[in-house]
């Protein structure tokens, strides 16, 4: 199987070069919608947006007449490609592991999502823990390995998480507290617990700063001292104390936000983003004055008790605020139609298309500090771009073709083309697979000596 997902990927992944996109409609995101309009692309990066642009010769040409281009789709909130398991559930503060450590460049999700234009996601940690594990930013490469993967330049980021999911794990069988016939309780079991371990966490982080600043002050002085022994759980911390890695919190009640916005306060730090953030709406002005962006679903709710006062109305409602709002999949399933998530925030609040679009592109990339190089159709930005062939925003539309870097990385009709060999493909490694091999002397083989 793997041999088939190399040679997919060997399909569909092309060097960047020099084209051209023409005559379809381009919704650039952040600069209105251009009719038959045209993109050229020179080097993986957008070099002219307009009409009655031409192509340099010998550049191949793309006929978007009756089609729609957009910029990739960027999930804020993705678990894709995360090999073995998504939680470190043994202890509260996982900060010492990376997320990047455990990325697998062969799932077949990553192919599926960029089926639906998804070319950007931010890969968390799970939600077990108040300070979860260090996450990052990747580019759907499909292909590569893991390495190539990850977003150059983009900020790393930490999970944190409040409430049910890192609470319920001080309480088995929920949890993972088993050592032989005794059940353990794991520190937190309450809500006020969460809270602990957070401000505790930062507490040691800030006297760890102190040490690490006290030590670079003596070295500069001349004087020999000995270095602070290295903690990989407080450095991580650290860099969000600096501001150097963004901060990312699952979350739902509105009292727990508005206790992670007072905790950051008095620790001297921000949450980029809420994740989840289902009961936003309710302190949308507190959000937008601490500074945090909001990550949500656009309709899920009543599948866990915090879910209950959830709203499909929260995206639009926090939009109104001042809060940036962005639409996340947290699934493997839903990352493959987010244009569709997007679309529903114009049917609960009222939003304009371009709000809409925003909410899948321009305004996670805010929240992930990329939107220099992605989220919107701009010269100077890289060509991540989808070819739809129905509006976007249409649930009958479907994505065509999709570029990152200027790499196409999805073709609906060479899938679709190629389907017949794969098939054929797969039906011969199966039937080798079945049939037992044969030992020298026409017997079946064994394995080990003779019984």
Known sequence: MRKLLLLLAAVFSLNAQTFLIRNATILTVTKGT????????????????????????GAPVVDGTGQFLMPGIIDCHSHT???????????????????????????INIYRALAGGLTVSNVLHGSANAIGGQTIVVKLRWGKNAQQMIFEGAKPGIKFA????????????????????????????????????????????KIYQAQWEEYRTKTARGEKVIAPRKDLRLEPLVEVLNGQRYVHAHCYRADEILMLLRVADDMGFKIRTLQHVLEGY?????????????????????????????????????TKKGVLVSLNSDSDELQRHLNLEAAKVMRYGGLSQDEALAMVTINPAKQLGI?????????????DLVLFDQHPLSGYSKPLKVWIDGNQYFDRAKDLEARADFAKKKKLLLDKEATPARGPRGGAATEGPSQ
Request: hydrophobic content about 35%; cysteine-free; aromatic content about 6%.
């Open 162 to 205: 409040l409430g049910e999911n890192p609470k319920r794990q001080g309480y088995p069988p929920q949890g993972f507290g088993l050592t032989g016939p005794t059940l353990e309780r794991r520190y937190p079991g309450t809500r006020m617990g969460v809270e602990d371990v957070i401000r505790e966490s930062f507490n040691e982080a």
């Open 282 to 318: 309710k302190v949308a002005k507190e959000i937008a004055a601490h500074g945090a962006g909001a990550s949500t679903f656009s309709d899920w709710w009543s599948y866990k008790i915090e879910a209950y006062d959830a709203t499909p109305y929260n995206a639009a409602l926090m």
């Open 371 to 383: 939107d220099n190089s992605v989220g919107s159709i701009e010269v100077g930005k890289s060509a």
């Open 34 to 57: 251009i009719e038959n309009g045209s993109v050229l692309v020179e080097n993986g990066k957008i070099a002219a947006v307009g009409k009655n642009i031409s192509a340099p010769t």
């Open 81 to 107: 490609a995360i090999e073995g398991g998504v939680n470190e559930g043994s202890v509260s503060d996982s900060s010492m592991v990376n997320i990047k450590d455990v990325l697998n460049p062969t799932d």
